[in-house]
């Protein structure tokens, strides 16, 4: 570093504190910079990484904090070499905040419009507050999930009326996923995963659009491969069949910072969210530091539709924000 050639002499001892505290400053600096440019160079590379990698990802625009923090060390150590690598860090980080992914409108007229919510209820706990907000925003499908025994039993019991359409996979824990529509839908291959991902095909107004719950493990340490895997298996149903409009709802675990779920928008999906100037909005953990969380749950839609009014809700006894938006399909020119 810099540093190491500043004057160290016990003189008064003036001089040498001052170098002594410039080199700490520097080494935390350094420290702080090394953390973020291995994140910064996974980004870079396209890749998730290994732990603790796909985690800090998750957080990408909040590494602006340690780097902003680095930077100012720097400055006040007069390393020089430093400020230069923290700003660079800066810009990079910059660059990957901007949302990813396609967007555009759609070359046909509107022919239908369709109103979407997805929530992770946390083991079934939000389930109360989960009908209230389907009650009062009145979606055309509902994607929930952890949906336990008891959430399916409570939403067969309250909703069956408005949403005589569903599929599921039943499950306890975080194991158990439903699709609701008012729409009728038909038989289709799910995902298979660790936890429920259902799949159905949906006859909107006369149109047909697939339909996809997501809900992949999340990458816990030691368990990357298998979201890898999972999310994988989401991207392997977006790129099957091109020519029929997708709905692909849920919780994605993973964020438009992580390869594999960017790997699922390069299948040509858009995530409504961002599609209506809401990217980047968190929805977990909504209990716990909500300000400080990433948007994990996600509607990605094929390029047949346009999206309005993304609405984030705050539900009781879940750690998810819910996430509702307006969509329309257009069909032929």
Aim: proline letters at 6%.
């Amino acid at each position: 570093m810099d540093t190491a050639t500043a004057e160290w002499t016990d003189a008064g001892g003036g001089t040498g504190r001052r170098g002594g505290g410039r080199r700490a400053a520097a080494w935390c600096a350094a420290l702080s910079f090394a953390g973020v440019s291995a994140v910064v160079g996974c980004r870079i590379a396209d890749t998730d990484g290994v732990t603790p990698v796909p985690q800090l990802l998750a957080f990408l625009p909040w590494l602006l904090v340690p780097t902003a923090a680095g930077l100012l060390l720097s400055l006040l150590a007069r390393w020089w070499t430093g400020a230069v690598w923290g700003v660079v860090l800066l810009g990079l980080l910059a660059w990957f905040i901007e949302p990813y992914g396609k967007t555009g409108e759609p070359a046909g007229r509107p022919v239908a419009g369709l109103r979407v919510l997805t929530s992770n209820v946390e083991f079934g706990r939000g389930t109360g507050s989960l009908i209230d907000a389907v009650r009062r925003e009145e979606p055309d499908l509902v994607f929930v999930q952890e949906c336990e025994y008891t959430c399916d039993a409570a939403l067969k019991r309250e909703l069956t009326d408005a949403y005589p359409h569903r599929r599921a996979v039943p499950g306890g824990g975080s194991e158990g996923s439903v699709v609701l529509s008012r729409f009728p839908l038909r038989d289709a291959d799910g995902v298979p995963g660790t936890m429920g991902m259902p799949g159905a095909v949906a006859d909107v107004d006369g149109h047909t659009v697939r339909l996809q719950l997501a809900h992949p493990m999340p990458p816990l340490p030691g368990g990357t491969d298998l979201w890898r895997r999972e999310l994988d298996g989401l991207r392997a149903v977006a790129a099957a069949d091109r020519a029929t409009p997708t709905v692909l709802a849920g919780d994605f675990n993973a964020s438009q910072d992580h390869a594999a779920f960017r790997r699922i928008l390069d299948t040509g999906l858009r995530d409504a969210a961002r599609l209506d100037g809401a990217d980047r909005t968190p929805t977990w953990p909504a209990r716990t530091t909500p300000a400080f969380g990433v948007q994990i749950d996600h509607v990605l839609v094929s390029e047949e539709f346009t999206a309005s009014r993304a609405r984030f809700l705050d539900l009781a006894d879940t750690d998810h924000r819910a996430l509702v938006v307006d969509l329309t399909l257009h069909g032929g020119r």
